[in-house]
């Protein structure tokens, strides 16, 4: 059964550095996504992605955040200078035109020491 | 904009008993989508079962169901035959057409044996 893969599963990174996280969504899926959960807390929309171009981004993601598919086939998350509060599970989802579920990826645990 | 408001922020049922999660929603929109999403301690998004807003008979998944009120926006999901590895926390979520999910602030759900 297709899935989207997320790697790494988790990182570790010191304040100030940048993180690329990383997401294969399902082939011949059109739409991608980004959701961030801080611990304890809701799944909170980040970006939506479609047709090489970013169609909707939350307030969230403000200008240390960018997205990027490089290849056609992955999907990456940047952080250009993380921050403690960007500690939080993110998640990556993709979606095809006719079906509208969207199939998420197991996250990456991005832990800010 | 749509809401998601989950009320109950944990739930403590008997193995092999009944519960009902509850759900609201509030969406302007006529063509939406409804979630129920389980996440176990792993973390990992595991969609549980989704209720298309068109549809007047209500979704169902094995021991899981769901009471899609559409006048009162109301989505609850039932859980019959509780078992054990149905503890986690789980996320009512809904989306417009061709939009964003957006997630409620979650139930935690913990089965005694």
């Known amino acids: 059964e297709p899935e989207v893969t997320q790697t790494p599963s988790h990182q570790v990174t010191q304040m100030g550095q940048e993180v690329i996280l990383r997401c294969v969504p399902i082939s011949n899926h059109l739409y991608f996504y980004w959701y961030r959960q801080i611990l304890g807390q809701k799944v909170e929309f980040l970006v939506s992605f479609y047709n090489n171009e970013i169609s909707e981004k939350s307030e969230i993601f403000d200008d240390q955040f960018s997205v990027e598919r490089p290849d056609g086939s992955n999907f990456t998350l940047k952080i250009r200078s993380t921050k403690l509060e960007d500690s939080a599970m993110y998640f990556c989802a993709s979606r095809d035109r006719r079906n509208t579920e969207a199939f998420f990826g197991q996250g990456t645990r991005l832990t800010v020491v | 904009a749509q809401t998601v408001t989950q009320s109950q922020p944990e739930m403590s049922v008997q193995e092999a008993e009944t519960v009902t999660l509850s759900c609201t929603y509030d969406?302007?929109?006529?063509?939406?989508?409804l979630f129920w999403y389980k996440q176990p301690p792993s973390r990992q998004m595991i969609l549980v079962i989704r209720?298309?807003?068109?549809?007047?008979q209500n979704a169902t998944e094995n021991r899981f169901s769901v009471n899609f009120q559409k006048a009162a926006k109301s989505f609850s999901l039932k859980i019959s035959d509780s078992q054990l590895g149905d503890a986690a926390m789980y996320f009512c979520?809904?989306?417009?057409?061709?939009?964003?999910?957006?997630f409620g602030k979650g139930t935690r759900l913990h089965i005694l044996p």
């Open positions: 969406t302007s929109e006529s063509d939406y989508y």
């Open positions: 209720q298309e807003a068109y549809k007047q």
């Open positions: 979520a809904a989306q417009n057409r061709d939009d964003k999910i957006i």
